[in-house]
């Protein structure tokens, strides 16, 4: 099948790249994995959108930016987005979708404020900004002629010109990403998806982990391929954790209580009911997440509790707590638990890929014809710790940027023969299986590569997942290709990916913590 540009991911950056592809007239084929288009990590964000305060200014962003990554990030792409993403808030979000943000009985924003952020400052629809958004861009999505949506099509593997076109002379010359192998899974066959340009925009790898706020799609399934496809891959160590997840004893119960809470008023508490952050940190529930989620394990482990809370009911009047928290308290309430009557057991969790595909600001990878962009790709943004608030904004303005891009450098493109899809496609493996093989991931993630890191423990993980590999090569063969099958396999790799990179890199910084080295 021939594309023009290939689109690979829904949420808000591949949504957006597509978008305004099409708005300029070229002709998008975006593919999903997800059988609707609301499975995305962008329907799962809570807290909001960064813009602009009342007293705001983009220095004040850039340098808020700059100090929860501890100064690592890149500075070129953190005034990129502190100068022109809000302005792409408002012309997108604002005046072209009209996402309908919250605002006060004045008529001016109601802005939430988040850790680590000098002001007030992020825009939000309720607790559910990143379901209006991903509603917004989909109903516009579904709808534009230039726009051909696959659902239920799983991306296997990047066409790479030295590796996958018929042509000899392909060989020779540097690197191109030729589109995709994308398993259609309900036909359950294999096509090769021939664009002059493929975007990258799958999101990140979280359910490596034990506790992890994003959907269970979130396996690592870009990282991996691109990392197949000799794709730079850089800052795989920093996986920002968030400090609270809903703890419940099945960590696949657990889900996201937004940053916002603890703007709103919410304070971290010990069992006694005692604030224990000011210990850690003069912000103390607001200090940068990473502060949070590291000084929220340590209490745990001190304490040998499973749990820490949130107590929101004594410091927020309970009509306020279900009018700006409506999800979170009626989700909570499933589990019989009325947050304007009790603290919430709340412990951290995986949350966010700092690193990933280095790419320029524009989306340009190493790789020719490859671009990458939201959590997948990494500008240098985040650096080791990404600021609160800043994902959405960074799928947007990324997401645009790689459209202007490629609408503004169209070339000509003769499409080249590539070899086809030669293994066979199979049912997956039995579901005890393959969530053993999961489980082992997500215990040994946690426990050696997780929150606190030793060179020792990482060792020892690694050894585990390179076992794990081989394990899937043999299953792979018994089983033949299949969606479940591919996912362990890019849990596995983007588990290795993230531990090895922890184990070369001995000095702490933001989220990658080395309880036995070096500080920065
Ligand atoms: C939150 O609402 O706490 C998540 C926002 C984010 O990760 O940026």
Redesign the pocket.
Known sequence: MYCDVLVIGNGIAGSVAALHLAERGQRVTLVTKGDTLLETNTAY???GIVFRGADDIPQALFEDIMCASSGSSSVRSARLLAYVGPLLVKRLFIDFLGIPFDRRPDGSWDLFR?GAHSRRRILHVKDYTGRVIQQALNQRIAHHPLIEVKTGFFALDLIISSFHAQEFRFRYAPRECLGAYVLDKKKREVIPMIARATIVATGGLNQIYEYASGGPWNTGDGIAMASRAMAHLVNMEYVQF?PTLFYSSHPSNSF?V???VRGEGGELVDSQGKPFMYRYHPLGSLAPRDVVARAIFEHLENTQSRCVYLDLYRRVAPERIVTVFPGIYEELLRYNLDITKEPIPVVPGA??LCGGILTDTWGWTNIRRLYAVGEVACTGLHGANRL????LLEGLTFGYRVAKTLWRERDDFSYPLVLPWEEKVGNPPPPSVLEGLKEMVRMNMWKYSGLIRRHEGLAHAREIFLQLKKETVALREKYGVSAEMVELENMIESALLVTESALRNPVSCGTHFRADSLSS
């Open positions: 964000a809570q807290g988040e968030h996201l937004s940053e916002a949350h966010f609160a608030s800043t994902s």
